[in-house]
């Protein structure tokens, strides 16, 4: 079972790995041959642990691992990238399902070094490992086909590396990548994404998922059969290259809503997306009492993503507070029995959603809302907004209610 490191691969030293919760409180102090990365511990840490956890016991800390179980799960990358913002300085090593592909990034997140079975060794052997520019890539022999020449990134964009990717149907996807320092964006706005793949990239209008203060970026996507991006962006796999266009831009933003006592986020679909980066920004608790998240989808598979976010935004140690007792999710299904089914339209005409929730109905002296899906569906739920006595909003002229597609690639 060889270590790979920059200079080759090296063998594997015995180390007592312990978890995370044996080590003490607080670290040694340092002193003289205290240091950091000198520490007494070497540690396993999950690759869903928050490091904030670590701050103040890395002195006690000379080499962290974390796992990478599986191909497609890249959330170890931004782990070891945030030990190392929060002043980490001691061994990282990565272990698992890192390709030779992803190991360049790798050491750019702060890894010092991936531990590697002896299968893979021998499916990948130390001569993979080193930078080879003109070779084909792991991912474009999976992919049958070769290498694509090499682009430059257009001036105006940003080319940032995929982290994770988690696919929820044959349709839903969603990745993360890294947020390039400069990037400022407001919660619920869009961005153009596109692939380095022609000297004049394909773009296509993407929600960021992620609240403003999220360090990286997150993308919720629908697959479209022969789409002319997200046939090709469905494949990325963590260490990829995704383009994004330096400005965002978009209308479900905080600043054009008035005030009220409860915002209501309609979605269909992907539409989902802005709301995921809302319901996760503490501004918006700030801003309204009440949050009610609505999602309608064909099958309970594709609500999978909403209920995941919520039960992130609840855990969240920045909004969790406020979205534990203020956030409420109402999921529906159309075409698969569950608990719920209907369209959102449906269920607010009837007023099932307010019964089943408590809440009364629509009303422009309390209530705001943001939606978010196709053009029909946005039609549709727009005129039981106005019905109500909602009137549409914009950044320059905030009202009740405001709308924006959910793009499609
Ligand atoms: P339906 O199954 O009745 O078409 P899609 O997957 O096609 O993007 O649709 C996402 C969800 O949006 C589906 O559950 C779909 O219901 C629903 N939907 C489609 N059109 C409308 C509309 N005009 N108003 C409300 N919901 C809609």
């Known amino acids: 079972m060889p270590l790979v490191t920059p200079r080759g691969f090296a063998p594997i030293e015995p180390v007592d790995f312990v978890p995370l919760d044996t080590l003490p409180a607080v670290g040694p102090r340092v002193g003289p041959g205290v240091g950091p990365g000198v520490g007494p511990a070497a540690v396993d840490l999950p690759n869903d642990a928050d490091p904030r956890a670590l701050a103040g016991r890395f002195d006690a800390i000379r080499l962290i691992r974390i796992p990478f179980p599986k191909a ?26 890192v390709i030779s592909d992803q190991f360049r990034y790798a050491l750019d997140c702060g890894f010092d070094e991936v531990e590697i079975d002896d299968g893979h060794a021998q499916r990948q052997p130390e001569a993979h490992w080193r930078s080879d520019a003109g070779r084909r890539s792991y991912r474009d022999k999976l992919r049958g086909r070769a290498a694509p020449a090499a682009f430059p990134a257009p001036a105006d964009t940003h ?20 947020r390039p320092a400069t990037f400022r964006f407001r919660s619920g706005e869009f961005v153009m994404i596109g692939l380095p793949d022609a000297k004049k990239p394909l773009f296509r209008a993407y929600s960021i998922a992620s609240p403003a203060w999220d360090d990286g970026l997150e993308f919720f996507s629908i697959k479209v059969p022969g789409g002319p991006l997200t046939e090709r962006l469905q494949r990325i796999r963590p260490g990829d290259t995704v383009l994004m266009k330096k400005k965002a831009t978009g209308t479900l933003v905080n600043d054009a809503l008035t005030p009220g006592q409860r915002l209501y986020l309609f979605a269909t679909g992907t539409g989902i997306a802005p709301f995921a980066s809302l319901v996760r920004d503490p501004e918006t608790y700030e801003k309204f009492g009440q949050v009610v998240l609505v999602h ?61 929730l408590g809440l009364p109905r629509l ?47």
Do not use: W
């Not at 497609?72 to 399902?97: C, E, K």
């Not at 935004?313 to 719920?340: C, F, I, M, N, Q």
């Open 296 to 356: 309608t989808c064909r099958t309970t598979a594709e609500l999978q993503y909403g209920v995941e976010l919520v039960a992130a935004a609840k855990a969240d140690p920045l909004v969790g507070d406020e979205a534990g007792t203020r956030l409420l999710h109402y999921a529906t299904t159309t075409r698969e029995a569950s608990p719920r089914m209907g369209r959102i339209t449906a269920r607010v005409e009837s007023g099932a959603l307010f019964r089943d």
């Open 72 to 97: 497609d799960d890249g959330r170890g990358f931004s782990l070891a990238r945030r030990l190392r913002d929060l002043g980490y300085r001691g061994r990282l090593r990565a272990q698992g399902h």
């Open 159 to 178: 080319a940032e590396t995929v982290t994770e990717v988690t696919h929820y149907t044959d349709r839903l996807f969603r990745f993360r990548m890294t």
């Open 363 to 409: 009303d422009p002296v309390t209530d705001r809302a943001m939606i978010c899906g196709s053009i029909a569906m946005i039609k549709d739920v727009k005129a039981l907004c106005e019905a109500a006595g909602l009137t549409e909003g914009a950044n320059n002229r905030p009202a009740e209610f405001v709308v924006e597609r959910a793009f499609v690639g």
